[in-house]
């Protein structure tokens, strides 16, 4: 079981830069693969970034990176140069598998953290 709880969204001017962070509790953060999924108003889910276990692997739109730290249960995401789409509830995600984070999203899902860009 693994308990996903993000942070870090907030009102942001466009142009700026974001970091969220996704604390993980339970003992399989260090073998689950991790994502970053947001949803827009009247959108779809879709994803934006992921990264395997190890961190080697890992997939990202444009202007988005990810990563973790292992020791801390922590995934990020940093959002840089944010413009008005990025507008969206992002969600953390963690999976069995890298390519199961990519696809449909793995089993846990944390509760979603605010991104609103606007001046």
């Known amino acids: 079981q693994v308990q996903l709880v993000e942070s870090g969204g907030g009102l942001v001017q466009p142009g700026g830069s974001l970091r969220l962070s996704c604390a993980a509790s339970?003992?399989?953060?260090?073998?689950?693969?991790m994502g970053w999924y947001r949803q827009a108003p009247g959108k779809e889910r879709e994803l934006v970034a992921a990264?395997?276990?190890?961190g080697l692997t890992n997939y990202a739109k444009d202007r988005f990176l990810i990563s973790r730290d292992n020791a801390k249960n922590t995934v990020y995401l940093q959002i840089d140069s944010l413009k008005p789409e990025d507008t969206a509830v992002y969600y953390c995600?963690?999976?069995?598998?890298?390519?199961?984070?990519?696809?449909?999203?793995?089993?846990?899902w944390g509760q979603g953290t605010q991104v609103t860009v606007s001046s």
């Open positions: 995600n963690a999976g069995d598998s890298f390519s199961q984070v990519m696809s449909l999203g793995g089993r846990y």
């Open positions: 339970g003992s399989r953060f260090s073998a689950s693969a």
């Open positions: 990264i395997a276990r190890g």
